[in-house]
């Protein structure tokens, strides 16, 4: 990655930016933090992984998508600066060069701030080229232990390798082993180290439209962020969190009657705030929802399948058109041996249709939740579109 940004001409290094890393959150906060600097007059880039229906969603300026026309003319450009200088065995991989992209489109645009988010991990992750002037770690929990570790104190060390020398840097509210890891990387590093929770002890944090109390973890992280860089980013208050478009984060949808959730959870720490919001629904409602889901990898689904038993009416098991998906047999299978519900296996195509959910009654409020891909096959069904050629098995 350093080698193609350097015959690149080094676009990370012409962009300001923030840079975000952590289990969970980190997409939200993001988007959170380019509202609030949109709002008060920035141009901001945002750069975010994966994408929900559309490659362009990953690079935006102030929210508009790279173009069709823009994203074709940078990869055009980038193979031809790098084919000389890399061998086919060793060409970047479709990460680097989108992150690449997002620079380069960042530079040529001039935007004030980019916002950008890590794919996996941060130490080893294709955006850790940047020199940020904050560093944010939102949150540590389990999740890709087959890459990070399979200790909280080794995903904290990976996370962490985002910190760079005398950058300041923030953290959320994580567990007192991943905070230790990099409090002792910080303090190699001489960052300064900020605290949500110092932040707050006696001031409350701001709302947000996002559903949940970790959204509002997530808002205090963006709003103490500017706060942080208020001295080369002055912002005025705002009500910025307020209308924070974030797609498959706890999202509403009427269709017809019927109410579509649209939740993308797909780990362990991720798991306890669904169940958070379940338990507020069923007490709103009355009664349980139906639920929806499909999981990548059976280490997640192993934990998110016994919560979803606990809370759903009917549960449906689909299979995500992903390599890394488990199958339905291998969802039944997870389940927990006790369980009273009888699990449906189905499909997408069977249970949805352009326009029509064909699972429930009218007035019935539908979960459809674990991985974010299962989410936008759904939305390509009901809403009638073509799928992206690319798809979206790409971090």
């Known amino acids: 990655m350093q080698l193609l940004a350097e015959v690149a001409g080094h676009p990370e290094k012409s962009s300001p930016c923030i840079h975000l890393a952590g289990t969970n959150g980190k997409g939200s906060t993001a988007a959170m933090l380019e509202a609030l600097y949109r709002a008060n007059g920035y141009t901001v880039g945002l750069y975010t992984s994966p994408h929900l229906l559309r490659l362009n969603e990953r690079i935006q300026i102030n929210r508009i998508a790279i173009s069709d026309a823009e994203l074709c003319e940078q990869v055009r450009r980038l193979v031809k600066t790098a084919a000389p200088v890399f061998k086919p065995e060793n060409f970047p991989s479709f990460f680097e060069c989108i992150t690449l992209i997002a620079f380069k489109y960042f530079a040529d645009r001039g935007v004030d701030l980019a916002i950008i988010e890590t794919g996996l991990g941060g130490r080893l992750d294709a955006t850790n080229i940047v020199t940020p002037h904050l560093s944010i770690i939102t949150s540590i929990g389990k999740d890709h232990t087959d890459i990070l570790g399979d200790s909280i104190q080794a ?13 300041p840097a923030l953290i959320g509210e994580i567990p007192e082993e991943a905070e230790a890891v990099i409090t002792e990387q910080a303090q190699d590093l001489k960052c300064r180290l900020h605290r949500l ?73 991720a798991g306890q705030q669904l169940e958070e919001n379940l338990q507020a629904t069923i007490k709103e409602l009355g009664k349980k929802p139906l639920i929806i889901t499909g999981i990548l990898g059976e280490e997640r689904a192993r934990v998110l399948l016994p919560l979803l038993s606990q809370y759903a009416r009917e549960l449906y098991l689909l299979e995500p058109n992903q390599p890394r998906a488990c ?69």
């Open 155 to 167: 995903i904290a060390k990976e996370k962490a390798g985002i910190l760079k020398s005398e950058v």
């Open 197 to 269: 929770a110092d932040a707050f002890k006696t001031r409350a944090r701001p709302k947000t439209n996002l559903v949940g109390s970790y959204q509002q973890h997530n808002a205090a992280l963006a709003l103490h962020a500017t706060e942080l860089l208020e001295d080369r980013f002055p912002v005025r208050p705002c009500d910025a969190l307020k209308s924070i478009h974030w797609q498959g984060r706890w999202e509403r949808r009427l269709l017809g009657k019927k109410t579509l959730i649209f939740d993308a959870t797909h780990n362990a720490e």
């Open 327 to 395: 199958t339905v047999e291998n969802l039944l299978k997870l389940l927990t041996p006790s369980t009273t519900l009888k699990p449906i296996t189905s499909s997408v195509e069977v249970l949805f249709s352009e326009g029509a959910c064909h699972v429930g009654d009218d007035e019935d409020v539908i979960v459809v939740t674990g991985s974010i891909y299962l989410i936008a096959e759904i939305l390509i069904q009901i809403d009638g579109i073509k799928p992206d050629p690319i798809g979206n098995d790409l971090i």
